[in-house]
Nanobody, 126 residues
Framework: QVQLVESGGGLVQAGGSLRLSCAAS????????MGWFRQAPGKDREFVAA????????YYATSVKGRFTCSRDNAKNTVYLQMNSLKHEDTAVYYC???????????????????WGQGTLVTVSP
């Protein structure tokens, strides 16, 4: 069972940048499709970004496209979320998620994922 640990959250002003990391315990990390989700206070968890097993393809929510970049380093068992031009509405707890798969797909539904990290808080001041 893979364990996921996010880091990199914090407080940043609007317009600033943060990079989130998610380290996985599993040596077969390259067999997992990875995703990022977020949950703002009082709102449902929503999809942010996803990356295929190889890292060759990514998929983004419309709200973050052009500002966020999802990538992975399979040698380091880590997936990243580079967040630029942050907005106050990006404030949320950010979660990474993993799904072991034989496919080359990226997944955008939370129900597609089997494993979740504990989350890291990102606060963007107006």
């Amino acid at each position: 069972q893979v364990q996921l640990v996010e880091s990199g959250g914090g407080l940043v002003q609007a317009g600033g940048s943060l990079r989130l990391s998610c380290a996985a315990s599993e040596r077969t990390f390259s067999t997992y499709a990875m995703g990022w989700f977020r949950q703002a206070p009082g709102k449902d968890r929503e999809f942010v970004a996803a990356v295929t097993r190889s890292g060759g393809n990514t998929y983004y929510a419309t709200s973050v496209k052009g500002r966020f970049t999802c990538s992975r380093d399979n040698a380091k068992n880590t997936v990243y979320l580079q967040m630029n031009s942050l907005k106050h509405e990006d404030t949320a707890v950010y979660y990474c998620a993993a799904r072991q798969t034989d496919s080359g797909y990226a997944y955008s539904r939370s129900t597609d994922y089997n494993y979740w990290g504990q989350g890291t808080l990102v606060t963007v001041s107006p």
